[in-house]
């Protein structure tokens, strides 16, 4: 796996990797290479905010979970 890789094969190491690279792929995906598709989710009823606060959440249960292996 790249990340563990990148950050070492500690189990804690990825789950922080996560944390760190999944706002990021957001951000290139969403913000620069697709800026104006949010309208999928925008019918959905999740604003552009509710998108990266989700994005956080999910990558702060991963670094818990990981941590607790």
């Known amino acids: 796996m790249v990340t563990g890789l990148i950050f070492g094969d500690d189990i804690k190491s990825i789950g922080l990797a996560f944390l760190f690279i999944a706002p990021l792929m957001q951000y290139f995906v969403y913000e620069i290479k697709n800026k104006h598709e949010y309208y ?6 999740l604003s552009n905010a509710k998108l990266w606060v ?9 670094l818990i979970l990981l941590s607790l292996i």
């Open 54 to 62: 989700s994005t956080f959440i999910i990558g702060i249960i991963n």
């Open 40 to 45: 999928f989710y925008y019918n959905l009823g």
